[in-house]
């Protein structure tokens, strides 16, 4: 069963402004963490931002926000002030914090971000 | 502080060969993941492990793949009598142990490899 939705296959911003990335996620654990990841063109994973399931407050990394609505099961990405360097493909991904599957992370399957200027 | 490093970048097998990718992860990480990107997908686990140990390998197909840690060297994952289905990007990742103790860190990820099979 899929555990992470990102229904937005493509999005677009314009240059500075500020763009939204969806993700929903689905579970009934009550420990477990979200991450979201960036793919650039040339292929590599790099980490952006994490918010465990028990924090209150919304994770913030420069000019990337997680906004988590815990009980809406919803982690969506913020990322304010756009770069060109910020296009990419963005993945969601939620990791478990016990049980047989700890450790693995569940990805969605992308939302291609182009900024343009 | 280099970070995940895998080899090689791209790998060109034909039906039946072997490849081998390798991974080393970063200075101070104990845990090492392997996933598999298909074209236009998002990433699948394939197999967890710490040093000389598999944790979780229910990602990996029953056949023909396998992975290991050593206690000295880097991860392998090793697949056998590839086939044009096997062409995809493999991802490692690495991570230390989570500050609670229970549960492992933030996995930071390698380049991938880019296998192709002709």
């Known amino acids: 069963a899929q555990k992470i939705t990102q229904t937005q296959p493509g999005m677009f911003v314009q240059e500075k402004e500020a763009v939204t990335l969806d993700c929903t996620y689905d579970?009934?654990?009550?420990?477990?963490?979200l991450f979201w990841y960036k793919q650039p063109s040339s292929g590599e994973m790099i980490f952006l931002i994490y918010q465990g399931s028990y924090d209150e407050q919304n994770a913030t990394e420069g000019r990337y926000s997680l906004n988590f609505q815990k009980a809406r099961k919803s982690a969506n990405l913020v990322i304010s002030a756009s770069q060109l360097g910020d296009s990419a493909m963005y993945f969601c991904a939620m990791r478990f914090d016990r049980g047989s599957t700890l450790g693995r992370l569940y990805f969605g399957r992308g939302t291609q971000l182009t900024v343009w200027p | 502080n280099a970070g995940v490093m895998q080899n090689p970048r791209h790998l060109v097998r034909r039906r039946g060969q072997e490849a081998r990718l390798r991974c080393s992860p970063m200075k101070g990480h104990s845990h090492v993941y392997w996933y598999r990107q298909l074209p236009e997908e998002g990433l699948k686990f394939m197999v967890y492990l710490q040093k000389e140990n598999i944790i979780d390998e229910s990602g990996m197909p029953k056949e023909r793949f396998s992975a290991e840690f050593p206690k000295e060297g880097p991860s392998i994952l090793r697949i056998q009598q590839v086939v044009r289905g096997d062409s995809a990007a493999y991802f490692c990742?690495?991570?230390?142990?989570?500050?609670?103790?229970?549960?492992?860190?933030?996995?930071?990820f390698g380049p991938g490899t880019r296998l192709t099979v002709l």
């Open positions: 579970t009934s654990d009550q420990s477990y963490g």
């Open positions: 990742a690495s991570s230390r142990t989570g500050a609670s103790g229970r549960s492992p860190d933030t996995q930071y």
